[in-house]
């Protein structure tokens, strides 16, 4: 009943937060400078035509009033026509947000493997120059922005040694046979694993880019939670039992250490999501937020509206059941 209570509860905060957010955005965008219309005619366009194209995407009505029928139309599927692209905005994210949401799941992925083994390699070692010298390596990594981790991973895995591919998502003379735009999965479903090594050849230098501020996280976080778990009592009765410290660490102190870190990595990877938009474009590769940024530099307020809400989506449904997740993963909160 109490989970019931709280789970009804984090839904009215999500809708109250997703309203929000659209108002936000949906005045932001409208006020800055900028002329999205201008943008779309050419130089000799008369004020009959501007007029036109206004009244055509609504333009022409107050910013309330634009609300209440843009608002109207998502509660019906319909987020407008995209201004620069003529096309519906809703197909438009769909088409793109697969790719990102497989890019950020490779980066997560990444990150927890790293961040994981330099958590645990630096407990098994704790007190030697092996933890120093992973300390250093986690204040390198979180000190350097992920961009400029992928324009290092260019210049050394793209120019200099040539191993990975640096631009776009898959080769282009390569036939999909797909009926989804998650390529990645559907590939290794259909054991098509040529395209999936393309695929992973376009993926894993971004996707690296993005997981190793994030792995440097983990790392931190989790070593700091082994650490104060290698000091309870029944990590003390395990090591009287004559159990090996790899062991005491990996089937004892880990199960109890890990909580926090799962609950950071579900937090994390909402803000891996929107770190996407520089790296994608960075890799021209043809997400989510590649498309964002085409969006603001055309002025397009029906695609920038899509964008950001997606993103709000994502974001508050990722920490939803993040929220709920540890809940039921914590019986002092499942029962309070």
């Avoid at 940024?293 to 993103?311: K, Y």
Wanted: hydrophobic content about 55%; overall charge positive.
């Amino acid at each position: 009943m109490l989970f019931l209570q709280r789970l009804l509860w984090r839904l009215a905060t999500t809708a109250v937060t997703l309203f929000g957010v659209a108002v936000i955005v949906f005045t932001v965008v409208r006020v800055v400078p900028g002329n999205p219309i201008a943008m779309m005619l050419p130089p000799g366009a008369t004020d009959a035509d501007v007029a036109r194209l206004k009244a055509l995407y609504g333009l022409d009505r107050s910013i309330p009033r634009q609300f209440l029928i843009w608002g109207w139309g998502v509660l019906h599927g319909d987020f407008g026509t995209s201004i620069s692209l003529r096309q519906p905005v809703l197909g438009l994210v769909l088409g793109r947000l697969p790719a990102t949401l497989e890019l950020a799941s490779m980066a997560l992925l990444m990150a927890v493997l790293m961040g994981g083994a330099a958590a645990l390699t630096a407990t098994r070692h704790r007190g030697t120059r092996v933890e120093a010298g992973i300390d250093v390596t986690n204040g390198v990594a979180l000190s350097i922005p992920d961009f400029l981790w992928g324009l290092l991973l260019i210049i050394i895995f793209g120019v200099l040694m040539p191993v990975f591919d640096i631009s776009g998502r898959v080769s282009p003379d390569l036939k999909l046979p797909f009926t989804t735009q998650f390529y990645l999965v559907e590939s290794v479903l259909r054991l098509r694993f040529d395209i999936t090594a393309d695929l992973l050849g376009h993926i894993f230098m971004p996707a690296l880019a993005l997981a190793i501020p994030l792995a440097a996280i983990i790392g931190q976080v989790l070593k700091q939670s082994l650490k104060e778990t290698m000091e309870l009592d029944y990590v003390t009765l395990a090591r009287t039992k004559g159990y090996g410290e790899t062991r005491v660490i990996l089937r004892e102190a880990l199960r109890n250490a890990i909580l926090p870190t799962l609950t950071l990595v579900g937090v994390q990877f909402t803000f891996l999501i929107g770190g996407t938009v520089i790296v994608e474009r960075l890799f021209s590769y043809e997400g989510l937020g590649n498309m964002a940024i085409d969006a603001v530099i055309n002025r397009d307020l029906p695609l920038i509206q899509g964008i950001v809400l997606c993103f709000a989506l994502i974001f508050t449904g990722v920490n939803l059941v993040v929220d709920l997740t540890y809940a039921a993963l914590n019986p002092r909160l499942r029962h309070a």
